[in-house]
């Protein structure tokens, strides 16, 4: 069966970065888009960033110039590199894989910016 799991969550101080891994099976990895979605307390999912099979990216406008999406294909992975952090990035992050209108998710890894 297709499993996403994420990892590289964890607590942070304003400003530190973070690296979240996400690795696919059970998909032909290189076909799918992967994206990256937050969730913070007491709000709505929200899309933090693509990057498609053709390694093309796009970005929310709030995380622009601060974190990077990436992925590798050999190593079925896709990252996202978090640079100067905010209290407000504190959110669950997932890991999602579409292709063909069809959509899996990961169940998260917690972000924690806080002094």
């Known amino acids: 069966q297709v499993q996403l799991v994420e990892s590289g969550g964890g607590l942070v101080q304003p400003g530190g970065s973070l690296r979240l891994s996400c690795v696919a099976s059970?998909?032909?990895?290189?076909?799918?888009?992967m994206g990256w979605y937050r969730q913070a307390p007491g709000k709505e999912r929200e899309w933090v960033a693509t990057?498609?099979?053709?390694?093309?990216?796009i970005y929310t406008d709030s995380v622009k110039g601060r974190f990077t999406i990436s992925r590798d294909n050999a190593k079925n992975t896709v990252y996202l590199q978090s640079n100067s952090l905010l209290p407000e990035d504190t959110a669950v992050y997932y890991c999602?894989?579409?292709?063909?209108?069809?959509?899996?998710w990961g169940q998260g890894t917690q972000v924690t910016v806080s002094s």
């Open positions: 059970g998909i032909i990895f290189r076909l799918y888009a």
């Open positions: 990057i498609t099979s053709a390694n093309f990216t």
């Open positions: 999602t894989a579409g292709f063909l209108g069809t959509d899996y």
